[in-house]
């Protein structure tokens, strides 16, 4: 995971448990989001968004996602 610009950016690869339907479910639920065919996943960070604001939310977002998977 790294902040390039205004914008959180975080990799997954081939082995992640993530189904990607579930991952595409999150990155549509989060405006200006998207997900590169490399498993890129780009968050935009707001003006005045501290980094590890912005990181926390995404974490949660991907442990609603791991909880999903779970049930």
Do not use: I, K, Y
């Given at each position: 995971?790294?902040?390039?610009?205004?914008?959180?950016?975080?990799?997954?690869?081939p082995e992640t448990p993530l189904r990607?339907?579930?991952?595409?479910?999150?990155?549509?639920?989060i405006p200006g989001a998207s997900l590169s065919p490399q498993g890129v996943l780009r968050v935009p960070v707001g003006p005045g968004t501290r980094p590890v604001t912005a990181v926390a939310e995404l974490l949660a977002g991907l442990s609603q996602v791991e909880a999903a998977i779970a049930e």
């Open positions: 995971m790294d902040l390039a610009g205004s914008a959180l950016h975080a990799r997954f690869g990607p339907e579930r991952l595409v479910g999150l990155v549509r639920s």
